[in-house]
């Protein structure tokens, strides 16, 4: 039975995540609908968060690590002039300095002193784990706790409106500033937030947080759970994206012939050919002669050492 479990297809939905909602009850609603416990997401969104969560059944389970790691789309929105123990809206406010004059050159300068190859310190709430305990724990826990900083890659940080002279409910007048982020697997926009306030001098925290891609799937390809779940009522089932086109449409693609499918999906490492190598650590994808997805492989010196093996 187990056997038949793992050879499940499945296949990847995109669901539009609502706010209140954490990424496991998504998985948990979509279990319910699919029938089936084999079930992941591809990459966490934070309760307060909406938009993509990229959702995989069966052996598309298998591509989520992968996935995960692709680059991310965000709309937020920052609040200038306080700061809060999570670093959005959801935590305690622990700082009211107000925001008042911030000019457009200073917001422009400490944005792009946060765009590129910068180093970040993650949210102290967060699920990074700290000798073996997750950081939020030990901060709820009532433990100091101090995160090491790690590389990101910030490719754009745009500001859209300022919206200067707001009042927040404790009476604190606040900026808050819509902007956009395109960033590298890793990366806290919420920890962008309040960097962003310590640069200019006032605190700032996340108000709003809508994911609004994951690698190649967008939010116009997402579905909300109440569009899914009429779709499971109706009968038609969880609209799911096929495993062997999920992979053509986030990886780069090799299609080998009969023999070549067989010796990678027995794991050897064949040579890649220089044109179908993908750069840095992206994976690629094998499909042999009748489109199915072999492998997902990664260049090793010029040859192909399988990550996950599909058939």
Known sequence: MARK??????????????AGF??????????????TRRVGHAGTLDPMATGVLVVGTGKTTRLLGHLALTEKEYAATVRLGQTTVT???EGEVTAARGASGITDGALEAAVGKLTGRISQVPSK???VKVDGKRSYQRVREGEEVELAAR??????????EVR????????TEVTDVLVSVVCSSGTYVRALARDLGES???GGHLTKLRRTRVGPFRLEDARSLEELQGETDSGAGVPLVPLAEAAAAAFPRWDVDAEQARLIGNGVQLRMPARESAPGTVPTAVFDPEGRLVALV??????????AVFV
């Open 5 to 18: 479990k793992d050879q499940e297809p499945g296949g990847l939905v995109v669901v539009d995540k609502p």
């Open 164 to 171: 200067s002279g707001e009042r927040a409910a404790d009476g």
């Open 151 to 160: 590389e990101i890659t910030v490719s754009e940080f745009r500001v859209h």
């Open 22 to 35: 954490t990424s496991h009850d998504v998985v948990a609603k979509l279990r319910g609908m699919a029938r």
């Open 298 to 307: 990664e260049d090793r010196a010029g040859r192909a050492k399988s990550l």
């Open 125 to 127: 709430v967060s699920a």
């Open 87 to 89: 670093d959005d809206a």
């Open 200 to 202: 200019l001098g006032t």
